[in-house]
T-cell receptor
């Protein structure tokens, strides 16, 4: 049972480049989330989805887009990367009892 | 505004000593409360959660936490710390709503001295 899988795990971008982070879960969860983690700031919610075909903005959505075309996948896109988007990105899905299951993270550096 | 505060950014304890990590929250409704642990380079793992009922909850790895509504606190405790407990700990709060969003504190880094 893989749980929540994120790809890629590491990526270096130049300012202005675009990329997509993929999150896949095999637990048949409805709700999925993208957080970013920065030192001293904990985890901040970027976007989330309460089901296939739905997305909603979180606390820090600017500069990011998301899509949930399939229930098991939640994609996070950066159209024009900026150095302020250097961070560790975590995907999570919500279990039936309200807890979140996290992937191992994707470390993104924007030069 | 909804928020979670972990007042201690960094804590150092000796192996075998007791541990208490503080968490205070500001939330309009009756919250769901969680503690997660993150080892270096890893994702977050759930230690324990409180939804309702007994205000003292037991978790994995010998951790427990106590919900105190009057103090808006959910402090994490362990009677005897092991070197393997060195990690970053996050308190989180959410609501029994249909979005399931969690708000996280800033995290507390635990260092264990031999």
């Amino acid at each position: 049972n893989a749980g929540v899988t994120q790809t890629p795990k590491f990526r270096v971008l130049k300012t202005g480049q675009s990329m997509t982070l993929l999150c896949a879960q095999d637990m048949n969860h409805e709700y999925m989330y993208w957080y970013r983690q920065d030192p001293g700031m904990g985890l901040r919610l970027i976007h989330y989805s309460v089901g296939e075909g739905t997305t909603a903005k979180g606390e820090v959505p600017d500069g990011y887009n998301v899509s949930r075309l399939k229930k098991q996948n939640f994609l996070l896109g950066l159209e024009s990367a900026a150095p302020s988007q250097t961070s560790v990105y975590f995907c999570a899905s919500r279990g039936d009892t309200g807890e979140l299951f996290f992937g191992e993270g994707s470390r993104l550096t924007v030069l | 505004a909804q928020s979670v505060t972990q007042p201690d950014i960094h804590i150092t304890v000796s192996e075998g000593a007791s541990l208490e990590l503080r968490c205070n929250y500001s939330y309009g409704a009756t919250p769901y409360l969680f503690w997660y642990v993150q080892s270096p380079g890893q994702g977050l793992q759930l230690l324990l959660k409180y939804f309702s009922g007994d205000t003292l909850v037991q978790g994995i790895k010998g951790f427990e936490a106590e919900f105190k509504r009057s103090q808006s606190s959910f402090n994490l405790r362990k009677p005897s710390v092991h070197w393997s407990d060195a990690a970053e700990y996050f308190c989180a709060v959410g609501a029994p709503s249909n979005t399931g969003k969690l708000i996280f504190g800033q995290g507390t880094t635990l260092q264990v001295k031999p």
